[in-house]
């Protein structure tokens, strides 16, 4: 009895989080009522209360975990000692696409949120530990020294990847009025890009 409880506690509990994750990407937080959360998870305003009592707390937990899913993904693909920093490239990339491909409101989402209150999102998020301190970092560092290059910036290079694989995610809607194509013609190109990305931010490291 105390397990079909917890199971429906949690079932309780993934509802609403799958309802707010919705609602939060499409309106944003300012815009979001707890009340329309509880409608689009067809419950009553108690009880998404009684799990989560603000809409703040909420809003916490879906950006944390929207972020993961943005960034702490990377995290195996980056520190795996086992693969080059050309595969490595291609695994950001792929990583990305598949990402955004599933959820191809999240970037959009999480830009939209970081510049309406960034000290607020960003004061628990750590990235530096696993991405400028990575292990692809420190390859990087290795070929360019092997290869008598200056190095770029490391947030150059960062910038040059979410550009070259995310930007096309969020500027999506202009990109198929531009090419007069429909949602099947843009997951298309995005497949197209899983060839052609990883070459050009090669180009770009060579060039350095």
């Known amino acids: 009895m105390a397990n079909t409880k917890a199971l429906t506690e949690r079932s309780t509990e993934e509802k609403i989080k799958e309802a707010a994750r919705k609602v939060f990407t499409q309106k944003g937080y300012a815009a979001t009522r707890t009340r329309d959360i509880a409608e689009e998870a067809d419950i009553n305003l108690a009880l998404l209360n009684y799990y989560f009592r603000s809409k703040e707390k909420l809003f916490n937990l879906i950006m944390f975990e929207s972020f993961g899913t943005f960034i702490y993904g ?15 490239l291609v695994d950001i990339v792929n990583h990305y696409i598949d990402m955004l491909t599933a959820n191809p409101d999240l970037p959009l989402f999480i830009m939209s949120e970081i ?38 910036n490391p947030l150059q290079l960062i910038m040059t990847i979410v550009g070259t694989v995310v930007f096309p995610f969020i500027a999506s809607p202009l990109i198929k009025k531009l090419g007069d194509t429909d949602q099947e013609g843009f997951d298309k190109l ?8 990883p070459k050009w931010i090669r180009a770009i490291i060579n060039t350095g």
Do not use: C, G, W
């Not at 995005?190 to 990305?197: I, K, S, V």
């Open 74 to 88: 990377l995290k195996e693909v980056l520190n795996n000692r086992t693969t080059s920093l050309d595969e490595k």
């Open 115 to 152: 510049r309406t209150n960034s000290d607020h999102l960003l004061s628990n998020i750590v990235t530096r530990d696993f991405i400028l301190d990575s292990y692809f970092f420190e390859q990087y560092q290795e070929e360019s020294a092997a290869s008598e290059r200056e190095p770029l």
């Open 190 to 197: 995005m497949q197209e890009r899983r060839e052609l990305a």
